[in-house]
């Protein structure tokens, strides 16, 4: 069973940025596939982007350029860096894993490519 936890959101204007954080305690997620995923209101959960445990990344189209990922091992933290937010960009926002070192690229970005979730943080992005 591996633990996640998410921190970092809050309410932004557009143009802004945020970091956010997902932790897993007692865990080496750096051996592991992560992801970040986001939801909105009566919208389905969609995949913003993924990291192998080689440190390999992917995007979806609608956030290349704007949002980063990345890991430091020694915080054993996984990080979704944003930038020129959107109001768009609001919504819930999600860690996930799944224990082993990559996924299929056609589940990289979807909700059955993972194992494990953290309950979301929420990233408001007003106009």
């Known amino acids: 069973q591996v633990q996640l936890v998410e921190f970092g959101g809050g309410s932004v204007q557009a143009g802004g940025r945020l970091r956010l954080s997902c932790v897993a305690p007692?865990?080496?997620?750096?051996?592991?596939?992560e992801a970040w995923f986001r939801q909105s209101p009566g919208k389905e959960r969609e995949g913003v982007g993924y990291?192998?445990?080689?440190?390999?990344?992917h995007y979806a189209d609608s956030v290349k350029g704007g949002f980063t990922i990345s890991r430091d091992n020694a915080k054993n933290t996984l990080y979704l860096l944003m930038y020129s937010l959107k109001p768009e960009d609001s919504g819930m926002y999600y860690c996930?894993?799944?224990?082993?070192?990559?996924?299929?690229?056609?589940?990289?970005?979807?909700?059955?490519?993972?194992?494990?979730w953290g309950q979301g943080t929420q990233v408001t992005v007003s106009s």
């Open positions: 996930a894993t799944k224990t082993s070192d990559w996924v299929a690229w056609s589940l990289r970005l979807r909700v059955e490519g993972y194992d494990y």
């Open positions: 007692g865990s080496t997620g750096s051996r592991y596939a």
């Open positions: 990291r192998d445990s080689d440190g390999m990344t």
